[in-house]
C-alpha cells in the first residue's frame, strides 16, 4: 500500500508564498514521477507541476516563473514553492505519484489540501 500526506496550504493574500509537501510512506520506495495537480470549485483537476526520478521538471503555463518542484529521492517527498499567488491559484492542491510497473502505471493521490488567495 502507499499513502501520500499532504501538508501546508491555508490562506494567503495576492502576492505571497506558501509551500506545499507530501511524504509518501509505503510499499513503493522510488516513483518515477512524482508532482502536484489542482481543482478549483466546480472545474476539473489539472496539473500544476511534475518531476521525474531524474529531475526533469514540467509546469503548467499559469504557474511558470512563479512555482518551483523539488523532491528529495531519498526521503520520498515532493515539495510546491508558491510564490507571488493569485487568486486564481485557489482551489484544493493534490499530491500524486506514478509508479510504473510490469502491467503498467500505477497512480496514487494524497487526500488533497485547500489553498485559498485573496485578492
Known amino acids: 500500500q502507499v499513502r501520500l500526506v499532504e501538508s501546508g496550504g491555508g490562506f494567503m493574500q495576492a502576492g505571497g508564498s506558501l509551500r506545499l509537501s507530501c511524504a509518501a510512506s509505503?510499499?513503493?520506495?522510488?516513483?518515477?514521477?512524482m508532482g502536484w495537480f489542482r481543482q478549483p470549485p466546480g472545474k476539473q483537476r489539472d496539473l500544476v507541476a511534475s518531476?521525474?526520478?531524474?529531475?526533469?521538471?514540467n509546469y503548467a503555463e499559469s504557474v511558470k516563473g512563479r512555482f518551483t518542484i523539488s523532491r528529495d529521492n531519498a526521503k520520498n517527498t515532493v515539495d510546491l514553492q508558491m510564490n507571488s499567488l493569485k487568486p486564481e491559484d485557489t482551489a484544493v492542491y493534490f499530491c500524486?505519484?506514478?509508479?510504473?510497473?510490469?502491467?503498467?502505471?500505477?497512480?496514487?493521490w494524497g487526500q488533497g489540501t485547500q489553498v485559498t488567495v485573496s485578492s
Open positions: 518531476i521525474s526520478s531524474g529531475g526533469y521538471e
Open positions: 509505503g510499499s513503493i520506495r522510488s516513483f518515477n514521477t
Open positions: 500524486n505519484a506514478v509508479y510504473y510497473g510490469s502491467r503498467g502505471p500505477n497512480f496514487y
